[in-house]
């Protein structure tokens, strides 16, 4: 869905935005089928939330070690074009006081980013 006003604005973006084939958000990942389908659900709505400019859902993945959860992480963000960064306490600790300085940046950057930002 493109905007009239955006298509007059940007004619060569508009018309590649149409032309172009959409992405799948889970290409490359190998799931249980009904996880499929509930992560695809999630990458949908995310990207309609996006263009919608609507408030974003709060997902937690838990789960093993290797089990795909920064892959998908990365595809959603590739996928509703948004920001991906990665932050892990490892990151964090040995920055002792300059950690919470970090992480205040990151926040702001999330708050800052016109494309949304996906924190893994």
Known sequence: RIPLFQ????PIQSTQKLIAKPQNALSGIVLDPALEARL?????????????RGMYRNLLFYGPPGTGKTMFAKKLAMHSEMDYAI??????????RDGVTAVHKLF???????KGLILF
Do not use: E, I, Y
């Not at 298509?7 to 940007?10: E, I, L, Q």
């Open 7 to 10: 298509a007059v604005k940007h």
């Open 40 to 52: 695809r659900d999630v990458a949908l709505a995310t990207k309609n939330t996006k263009l919608n």
């Open 87 to 96: 932050l892990t306490g490892g990151d964090v600790a040995p920055m002792g």
């Open 108 to 114: 702001d950057w999330a708050q800052t980013s016109k």
